[in-house]
């Protein structure tokens, strides 16, 4: 279960000196960050999504009473201190005010290719980032917006649980194409017109996605679906894939979500037959089929989607389906007879040795 969790920190000193009642004021409590939580499931591919593991800092946006407090301030992980409650540090102290109410919220990480356009006003009325996805490795949390009131003592740090708002795409190909002898391999998976900004609305708790635009240059890079650790032909037949058998792309990737759309898929399949590569397509010294294919589909905020494909005869080649190979028989006439010597069988032909 998801949550969101607000806490303060605070220790009041009141000392009694000798016979004077002299109380000293409560120490003003500095604002905290606590452990911060992100929510997150990984797979056995390379997922490049932050975790509370590699989460290192945020940008924090505070305000109380609607006066700044936090305009985009770095959080940092302290890696010196195990303390949950001072596991996070930033530069210039700020202070809880009894009674006073706050709204906090975050972006994450601080440094990773977005920049707010507008918010510099209470976190509750929401703001709007601008992001650019310059090759689909960049992931970007939101914490949503924590609101609380100040207390007089006994305030906690605050403590943000981090939401993915880009959303995740994998790709998984089967081998469907079944010849005893037969494997294959994808490789130089790409998606070639995924857009490259886009304008996300910061809510109460999630994230809306609006004016996507352009497309990034180089595409977004998804690997080889097979092991790319193959050095020579041999071991490259070696990490192709059996009738039967389906590998995932060795990366994911972020896409900037978006309403329903076309993405235009690139990769290449090779052909191996008892483990040679069949050169199918030479051309600047490559080879393998070269497919371009479309994949239409609506990528939503923190969403992960597995794009998955059969590779089979039918498709292999995307300019024509392959063709099975058979024989035919062509019956032959009867057996003949030539004139028969005497004590021969006339069902078969008789030689004569002079």
Known sequence: MKKTLLAILATVAMVACSNDEIVREAAPEAIGFDNAFVNNS????????????????????????????????????NIENDDLSQAWKYAGTQYWIAGANYDFYAVAPYNGNWAIKTGTTPASTGAQISFTNVNGTQDLLYSGIVECEGEVSGNDAVAFTFKHILSKVKFSFENGYN???ATIRVRDIKITNAYATGVATLGADAATWDEQDGVITDGVAFGNAYDDEATDAKESAEVAYA??????????RFLIPSVSRDYTVSFVVDLYINDQLIDVNAKDNETGYEH???????????????????????????????????????????????????????????VVIN
């Open 179 to 181: 010849a005893s002898t």
């Open 292 to 350: 371009t294919a479309t994949v239409t589909f609506a990528p939503q905020a923190g969403h992960s989607y597995d794009i998955k494909a059969t590779i089979n005869a039918t498709n292999i080649d995307p300019n024509h389906a392959q063709e099975p190979i058979e024989f035919t028989v062509t019956p032959i006439t009867d057996w003949g007879t030539t004139e028969s010597v005497e004590g021969g069988n006339d069902d078969e032909d008789n």
């Open 42 to 77: 990984t797979r056995s591919v390379n997922d490049p999504s932050l975790t509370i593991g590699t989460l290192e800092d945020f940008a924090v946006y505070g305000f109380v009473e609607n006066a700044v407090l936090f305009n985009g301030n770095e959080v940092a992980k």
């Open 243 to 252: 009738y039967g058998d389906t590998y995932e792309s060795l990366n994911e």
